[in-house]
């Protein structure tokens, strides 16, 4: 596919599900890693994985959702590397409740771990790709930042990835100068550790069915190469874009 050997790559969100599957993905490509998460006993079992595939893997223990956290995280990185070359904005949460009955902490923490986070980690990571005058930045936002849903009330989730949508294109466009793309990919319903009970039973299979045009949730890896595209220097003149990875989801 696409040769990433000798970038650096950070992902946020990395200790398990879409994070954890799009890390080994890059280094699969020859792209050595920071991974973050808080879970650090998690990101020190995917390091040693990662590091069997030949490449160079450096986890850390960062809280998005703490702004001393993140600017620390990013100093670690940049000093053991020298220099970051992609960023991939994967760390996530949900409080399923509706607009009628979300509680203000709810709201707070969905918004605070998809919206905010997403706001301090690029930041950190993009003062350092504007000194280099390179980077690729690559948010994870969701299907669900798109459309609405009948499936289950996610009131902060549709907020938060919205949010993230508009977000990407502001920053592709302010940071375009620098020699920085940034773009989003919006997953559909994809198989995770977390998931994959609830997408294998009849009821949401049906649902998908009827939903999703291809008839089924993406499997482990289904989305990795369209992170890799977008952290490619094939990718170059590709910035703003919200590309739905999604089953057809989105076009119906």
């Known amino acids: 596919m696409f040769n990433l050997k000798g970038r650096v790559v950070v992902v946020s969100g990395a200790s398990s599900g879409l994070g954890a599957q799009m890390a080994k993905g890059f280094a699969a490509q020859g792209a050595d890693l920071v991974i973050t998460a808080r879970r650090f006993e998690k990101l020190e079992a995917l390091a040693e994985e990662i590091r069997k595939m030949g490449v160079q893997c450096l986890p850390i223990r960062c809280d998005v959702t703490n702004v001393e956290s993140v600017n620390n995280c990013a100093k670690e990185a940049v000093a053991h590397f020298k220099h970051i070359d992609v960023l991939v904005n994967c760390a996530g949460a949900a409080a399923n409740n509706g607009v ?5 902490s709810e709201w707070q923490f969905t918004i605070d771990t998809d919206l905010t986070s997403v706001f301090y980690v690029t930041r950190a990571f993009a003062n350092i790709m504007k000194e280099q005058k390179y980077g690729r ?5 969701s299907m669900y930042g798109l459309v609405g849903n009948t499936a289950m009330d996610t009131v902060a989730y549709h907020s938060s990835k919205g949010g993230v949508v ?3 294109r502001a920053v592709a466009a302010e940071l375009a100068k620098y020699n920085i793309t940034c773009n989003a990919i919006c997953p559909g319903y994809f198989e995770t550790e977390l998931t994959k009970e609830t997408l294998d039973t009849d009821s949401f299979k ?3 069915k009827m939903t999703v045009p291809l008839g089924r949730y993406g499997h482990a890896g289904e ?3 369209a992170a890799i595209f977008l952290a490619a220097d094939e990718s170059s003149y590709v910035t703003g874009v919200i590309l739905p990875v999604d089953g057809g989801y989105t076009c119906v």
């Not at 930045?137 to 936002?141: D, E, G, K, T, Y």
């Open 166 to 168: 508009n977000f990407t």
């Open 206 to 208: 049906s649902y998908m």
């Open 137 to 141: 930045i690559i948010n994870i936002a």
């Open 223 to 225: 989305l990795n190469s």
């Open 100 to 104: 009628l009955n979300m509680t203000d």
